[in-house]
């Protein structure tokens, strides 16, 4: 065996590839032993089981504290007995590992497979990659895990065995092991283990944990959440301070509820997003954030918008118990029904309007209301079509947890279209109606380019929609086209020139 790794020297170590194998000696007589969670998975199949049964079998979760009584290897045997061959072929893996396996399986090496997991789970995934000889897991009544682990290792591989694994809890082994490998996400406990046991390689992957969570997260959609502001500058009250704090107060929570319900969304489309040709790479589906941090989110994210809802008053409270219900309906049932689906998209972009209007409490045009129903809807529907023409692109029929066929694009582009006129024209009425008699603009004539740009701007997204170039949500795409934003600078000129 070659050198071990000192703790000072391991940051010097770190690969992203199979390369890694070439630090390790060549010895094939020694059985290579691969953790499961974390390690041969980018996921932990305890949580995905658990994942499964609140999904799935939402009639047993009664039956979790029973199992818990029993002890923990009960309770993983009782969530394997849900989770189905198919649930095993969708869960992430480390490629990397999988490459090094199978590179050491042609050159005659023994790969086994020892984890904590149930052992229904790991004969699951020693069906999914064949280069696994041999399985050794939890099973009812014996958790695999540390010690245990550890000593049943020590009795079959009297002569020695190399390890992979990714957590403290595997000091046991690696003490017992002939040669380590940290498998995991820090370089920090990766330094911390070199401490205490030889370190013959280290694999940390570099995702950016602080990109994973942004992503996750869906920083970049909090853009849409500026709509909040719209009414405070509509409704004259620019100058007032204490409605810019009001405002600013309702964005940060929205901001924080909607990035919970985007995590929501996510953990519960987890299989189906798996299959997704692009939202596959999905921080939680493709592992690179895990259940447990997306779940630990989640619930911070929700529990301070509320208490910032309730320092705002009671109206904010209701607008935001009024927005989660809405994307609580889309998440588990709306997404999947067609029309309805982007009828609650532009519901849930109009609700950050009627948001800006009771915070600051100030009188809005039910026409702008109208007018935002419209534009979103129309948008809504240009996310769909491209999603549609990205599904046949890839030779899909349907997509994978939606409700639409290929055969929809002429319905979705003839709702679009229609929907993107009748905003221009509902624009034009809200001009007439409400802008012009308000008497807050001195030179309203200014606002008559609105209309224009609106319709220039819809009719260049769905033009590239329809050309099958719009490969993002309409609104995401806006904030990076260039065209875009000089679209919607030439409308805060016109806003300004109608001001002052």
Known sequence: ???????????????????????????????????????????DSLHESLLVVFKRHSGRIREIPFWL???????????????????????????????????????????????????????????????ISEVLASTDGLNLKGSAKADRLARLFPDGFVYAGDSPADLHVWKKASGAIFVG????????????????????????????????????????????FVPLVLGGRLADPLAWMQTLGAFVALCLLASATYLLNDLWDLAEDRRHWSKRNRPLASGELSI???????????????????????????????????????????KREPILDVSALAMLFTLRLALGMVIIDVRFSPWLLVFSMFLFLSLSSAKRQTEIVRMVAHGHDKTPGRGYRAADAPLLLALGVGTMMATVLIMVIYLVEDAFPAGFYSQPAFLWGFPAVIFLWMSRIWLLCHRGELHDDPVAFALRDRTSLCYAGLMLVLFAAAVF
Request: glycine fraction near 4%; charged fraction near 20%; charge should be positive.
């Open 69 to 131: 009584l029993a002890g923990r290897a009960t309770v993983k045997h009782r969530l394997a007995e849900t989770f189905t061959e198919e649930d095993a072929k969708s869960l992430p893996v480390k490629d990397h590992v999988i490459a090094f396996a199978e590179r050491e399986a042609r050159r005659g090496r023994r790969i086994v497979l020892a984890t904590a997991a149930d052992l229904a789970i790991a004969q699951k995934i020693q069906r999914r990659f064949l280069f």
């Open 292 to 334: 447990a941090s997306g779940v630990a989110l989640m619930s911070a994210g929700g529990l301070l918008a509320f208490l910032l809802g309730f320092l705002l008053g009671p109206a904010c409270v209701a607008m935001l118990v009024l927005y989660l219900a809405l994307s609580l309906a889309y998440s588990f049932r709306l």
């Open 1 to 43: 065996m070659q050198h071990a790794l000192s703790a000072e020297s391991v940051s010097d170590r770190i690969e992203e590839t199979a390369l890694f194998a070439e630090m390790l000696s060549c010895d094939v007589g020694l059985p290579l032993v691969l953790d499961l969670d974390n390690t041969l998975l980018a996921t």
């Open 185 to 228: 996400r820090s370089a920090a406990l990766a330094k911390r283990i070199a401490r205490e046991v030889d370190l013959q390689a280290v694999l940390l992957t570099k995702a950016s944990p602080l990109r994973s969570l942004t992503k996750g997260l869906r920083i970049h959609q909090w853009a849409k959440n500026t709509l909040v």
